[in-house]
């Protein structure tokens, strides 16, 4: 069996998750860590016991602390926060040269499956087109644009001949534009706009349960679990 901890464990993904790890038979959760504490709860990382894998959705601030602690017990890390800075990022890269990180700003695969579809329009798009993004979440979020938004972002603008920046909120200038909305109870819905005066196509992809990212990050520590070292990604999962 793989034993799995989760940091972040009282948050409404760690409770998701530790649901979904409890169903599958291959797994093992073995405890978690919060700044909160409750039941199988630690004060500190290096409190836990035994496992193969850290699955974490919780909170960018305490990335440093996760990292020197995985590389400090060789353990793998599932990393499935979003709001990472630039900084955090090459952090992440330094890291994964020690110990196996995966990472994904959307474990769902068919946000990855989006991403693919956006790739192929996009290499196809002129400048008539307008480009616009509807990115939809629950009135607690955070971190604005989402992770996904930046990440379906990248898909579009890494293909397109023309490249646009990003621009949140409306504008006159010619960008790819992401509207962030935070309402209601909104797990994930992200809506990718091309429209010029011919013609309009529309992409949309809507999460119904939180369940879909905690499935995503399960497959991914079972894909980490036994690698040494390197970052990882849903093209590696989904590609393997």
């Given at each position: 069996?793989?034993?799995?901890?989760?940091s972040g464990?009282l948050?409404?993904?760690?409770?998701?998750?530790?649901?979904q790890?409890l169903?599958?038979e291959?797994?093992?959760y073995?405890g978690?860590?919060?700044?909160?504490?409750s039941?199988q709860?630690?004060d500190k990382?290096?409190d836990l016991?035994?496992f193969?894998?850290l699955?974490?959705?919780?909170?960018?601030?305490?990335?440093p602390a996760?990292?020197?602690?995985?590389?400090?017990?060789?353990k793998?890390?599932?990393l499935?926060?979003?709001?990472y800075?630039?900084d955090?990022f090459?952090?992440?890269?330094?890291?994964s040269?020690?110990?196996?990180?995966?990472?994904s700003?959307?474990?769902?695969v068919g946000?990855?499956?989006?991403?693919n579809?956006?790739?192929?329009?996009?290499?196809?798009?002129?400048?008539?087109?307008d480009?616009?993004?509807i990115d939809k979440?629950?009135r607690?979020?955070?971190?604005?644009?989402?992770?996904?938004a930046?990440?379906l972002y990248?898909a579009v603008?890494?293909?397109l001949?023309?490249k646009?920046?990003?621009?949140?909120g409306?504008s006159?200038e010619?960008?790819?534009?992401?509207?962030?909305?935070r309402?209601?109870n909104?797990?994930?819905?992200?809506t990718?706009?091309?429209s010029?005066?011919?013609e309009?196509l529309e992409?949309?992809h809507?999460?119904?349960e939180?369940?879909v990212f905690?499935?995503?990050?399960i497959k991914?520590?079972?894909?980490?679990?036994?690698k040494?070292?390197?970052l990882?990604g849903?093209?590696?999962l989904?590609?393997?």
């Amino acid at each position: 069996m793989i034993k799995i901890a989760i940091s972040g464990a009282l948050g409404k993904m760690g409770q998701v998750l530790k649901k979904q790890i409890l169903l599958d038979e291959t797994l093992e959760y073995i405890g978690g860590y919060d700044r909160k504490r409750s039941e199988q709860i630690v004060d500190k990382l290096d409190d836990l016991g035994s496992f193969d894998v850290l699955i974490d959705f919780s909170t960018p601030t305490i990335l440093p602390a996760l990292l020197d602690f995985a590389k400090k017990h060789h353990k793998a890390l599932v990393l499935a926060t979003t709001g990472y800075s630039e900084d955090d990022f090459l952090l992440i890269k330094s890291y994964s040269q020690h110990i196996p990180i995966f990472y994904s700003a959307n474990y769902s695969v068919g946000i990855h499956l989006l991403t693919n579809a956006l790739k192929v329009v996009s290499s196809q798009i002129d400048s008539s087109y307008d480009i616009e993004m509807i990115d939809k979440h629950h009135r607690f979020k955070k971190d604005s644009p989402s992770g996904t938004a930046f990440k379906l972002y990248d898909a579009v603008n890494d293909a397109l001949p023309e490249k646009r920046a990003l621009i949140h909120g409306e504008s006159s200038e010619n960008g790819v534009h992401v509207h962030s909305l935070r309402l209601g109870n909104y797990v994930g819905e992200h809506t990718v706009i091309f429209s010029n005066l011919s013609e309009t196509l529309e992409f949309t992809h809507i999460a119904h349960e939180k369940s879909v990212f905690a499935e995503g990050a399960i497959k991914a520590a079972k894909f980490i679990k036994d690698k040494k070292s390197g970052l990882f990604g849903m093209d590696d999962l989904l590609g393997a």
